[in-house]
C-alpha cells in the first residue's frame, strides 16, 4: 500500500519523507489555509521535496475555469497530480486532462457510482472520503470494499485513494479491503508506529543492558 501525506506543512512532509513513509502528497484548499502560505510557493516547494505525485486541487467549478487553473498548477513540476471535484465539469475535464498526458485525482467521492463514473473518465486517483461519511453513522470503509469490488470487476485502473483517514483502524482496514493507496494526515501517519508492548520491551530491554554495565563501541 502506498501513503501519501495529507497536508500542505513542509515540515511535517520532510520528517516523513526522511523515514521512508512518503509515497506521495495531496493537498486541498482547506489544507493551504491551514499552511497560511501561497499555493504556488508551497506546492512548488512540496513537489521538489517528494518523488511522487502531489496532489494539487483546481478552484474553479466550470471546465473551462478548471482547465485553465490545471494548466497554471500543471506548470509547477512534473509530479503535480490534478486534483478535480467530483461533478459533472470535474468528469469532463478529468477526461482532457488524462488525454493530455496529466495525472488527475478526482476528490469529494460519497458514492460507489460516484467512483465508476471517475474510473470511467480515466482518473488516475478516486479520493473516497472515509471519515466524513463515518460522520453521518455510515459506515465509510463500506465504500471503499464497493468500489475495490466494481473497479476489480472490470478492470478499472483508477487506484483508489482512501481519503478522510482519522485513525489507524481507517490504515488498518483501507489496507486489508486493498485501496491501492490511503492519504493520511502526519499525526496519524506517526500513530501507526505505536504499540504499548514495544514501549515495554525496549524499557526492559534498556534496564537489562544497564546491568550488563557494557557499551557498545
Ligand atoms: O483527504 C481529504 C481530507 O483532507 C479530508 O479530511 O478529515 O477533513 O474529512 P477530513
Not at 3 to 30: H, K, Q, W, Y
Not at 49 to 63: L, R
Not at 70 to 88: E, G, H, Q, S
Not at 151 to 165: C, M, P
Amino acid at each position: 500500500m502506498k501513503f501519501f501525506v495529507d497536508t500542505a506543512d513542509v515540515d511535517e512532509i520532510r520528517e516523513l519523507n526522511d523515514m521512508g513513509l512518503v509515497d506521495g502528497v495531496t493537498t486541498n484548499p482547506s489544507l493551504i489555509l491551514k499552511s497560511g502560505r501561497d499555493i504556488m510557493e508551497v506546492t512548488k516547494e512540496i513537489c521538489s521535496m517528494v518523488d511522487g505525485p502531489v496532489s494539487a486541487e483546481v478552484t474553479a467549478t466550470d471546465y473551462e475555469g478548471m482547465m485553465s487553473e490545471a494548466a497554471v498548477l500543471a506548470k509547477i513540476a512534473d509530479n503535480i497530480c490534478i486534483k478535480l471535484p467530483l461533478t459533472l465539469d470535474g468528469l469532463k475535464a478529468c477526461k482532457a486532462l488524462t488525454a493530455a498526458g496529466h495525472k488527475t485525482n478526482v476528490t469529494l467521492c460519497f458514492s460507489a457510482n460516484q467512483a465508476l463514473l471517475a474510473a470511467k473518465a480515466g482518473a488516475t486517483y478516486i479520493s473516497p472520503f472515509i471519515g466524513r461519511i463515518d460522520d453521518m453513522a455510515i459506515d465509510g470503509m463500506e465504500l471503499i470494499a464497493e468500489i475495490r469490488q466494481i473497479y476489480d470487476n472490470y478492470g478499472y485502473t483508477t487506484e483508489i485513494l482512501a481519503a478522510s483517514i482519522r485513525s489507524v483502524n481507517h490504515v488498518k482496514d483501507a489496507a486489508l479491503i486493498g485501496a491501492d493507496v490511503a492519504t493520511v494526515p502526519p499525526s496519524t501517519l506517526k500513530a501507526l508506529v505505536k504499540h504499548p508492548l514495544t514501549d515495554k520491551g525496549l524499557e526492559t530491554f534498556l534496564a537489562d543492558w544497564q546491568k550488563t554495565g557494557q557499551k557498545i563501541s
